[in-house]
């Protein structure tokens, strides 16, 4: 987990709110990830970044939003238009240059519970 | 399209004995294979990798997989397992004709490894 720091590590939300996940990175690596986990599922991708200012969409992008205004940082907001918000959420890394191939570094996770 | 499958959902092993988790992948140019390991309320941690070369690779913890192309797969593979090797393991594929740098995961393999 070193150097990919989420926060808060627990989030509680009433139905109806918009909250503001955090991902930081001191690893100075160009991509930015972020996952969702949902109990006996795998990791699906929610929004990726590879260079500032820029972001696409994964496969489940519908009520969430991001943001990429630094290289190190990638939040991620879990809006109201999200029905089924309560899940694991976990950011990653990876370089994109200098022929590597792309493992992903994970950050520890947020779980967000709504209430 | 790109694909990943763990067929079994959980692998029971005694301590001191050998222990494969399996992984097939469908992909339209090279996999670039990656396994991963989750403990409780935590982020994913890296354990190996396949690009190119040994079909055998090495990696953390005592860790290996075998690549074999022909049977599209990629099992993770440890000679003598330990108590502490219980956790859920994924399996990732990126296809090398994608420069987005995604990663598509399994749906992951809980291992429990038996005293």
């Known amino acids: 987990d070193g150097g990919i720091t989420q926060s808060p590590k627990y989030l509680f939300r009433k139905e109806g709110q918009n909250v503001t996940l955090s991902c930081e990175q001191n690893?100075?690596?160009?991509?930015m990830y972020w996952y969702r986990q949902d109990p006996g599922q795998g990791l699906r991708l929610i929004y990726y970044?590879?260079?500032?200012?820029?972001?696409q969409k994964g496969d489940i992008a519908e009520g969430y939003s991001v943001s990429r205004e630094k290289k190190e940082s990638f939040p991620l907001t879990v809006t109201s238009a999200q029905k089924n918000p309560t899940a694991f959420y976990l950011c990653a890394v990876s370089l994109t240059s200098g022929g590597v191939l792309g493992e992903q570094f994970f950050g520890p996770g947020t779980r967000l519970t709504v209430l | 399209a790109q694909s990943v499958a763990q067929p079994e959902d959980q692998v029971n092993v005694a301590e001191g004995n050998p222990l494969t988790v399996k992984c097939t992948y469908s992909v339209s140019g090279n996999p670039y294979l990656f396994w991963y390991v989750q403990y409780p309320n935590r982020g994913l941690q890296f354990l190996l990798k396949y690009i190119t070369g040994d079909n055998l690779v090495k990696g953390s913890y005592g860790f290996e997989a075998e690549f074999n192309k022909s049977q599209t797969s990629f099992h993770l593979k440890k000679p003598s397992a330990l108590v502490s090797d219980s956790a859920l393991y994924f399996c990732?594929?990126?296809?090398?004709?994608?420069?987005?740098?995604?990663?598509?995961f399994g749906s992951g393999t809980r291992l429990l490894v038996r005293p």
């Open positions: 970044s590879q260079i500032v200012n820029d972001f």
């Open positions: 690893l100075n690596h160009d991509a």
């Open positions: 990732a594929v990126r296809d090398g004709a994608d420069s987005s740098y995604k990663l598509i």
